[in-house]
């Protein structure tokens, strides 16, 4: 396969064309997008449940492939959501991380999995 499937902008192209090819665009609103992409998330937790830890020896062959494709259904409803919101998934997670490194400083948070407000003022 191509590598640039790989690519936000490509994943977006293969979306937009197979929802198109089908006619979908109508039901493609932000809120059901997001809907789609709660009820994609929780099947993928599904795998997960009852699971110890849920590492691929715990999953096995068959589970990862299962996973694999409802991890892939949340990316798509992810990616359709942004598009039909125009918003730039890179640019976010690059603006997100900078919030969250003011909320987690690498120095007092190391190791320790606690909610920012949590922490102790300094």
């Known amino acids: 396969m191509n590598q640039d499937i790989h690519r ?15 006619d979908w665009g109508q039901f493609h ?3 059901n997008l997001s809907s789609a992409l709660s009820v994609e998330a929780a099947e993928l937790l599904e795998h997960f449940q009852w699971l110890k830890t849920g590492t691929q020896e715990e999953l096995g062959a068959e589970k ?10 949340v990316l798509v409803y992810l990616v359709l959501l942004a598009d039909q919101l125009d918003v730039d998934l890179g640019a976010a997670v690059q603006e997100k991380m900078v919030l969250n490194r003011a909320k987690y400083p690498a120095d007092k948070v190391r190791g320790d999995a606690r909610k920012y407000h949590e922490y102790p003022p300094d």
């Not at 936000?8 to 089908?22: C, G, H, N, Q, Y």
Request: charged share 35%; aromatic share 4%.
């Open 8 to 22: 936000l902008d490509t994943i977006r192209t293969l979306a937009r064309t197979f929802v198109e090819e089908r």
């Open 64 to 73: 990862l492939v299962q996973v694999r494709h409802e991890m892939a259904d």
């Open 29 to 31: 609103t932000p809120k």
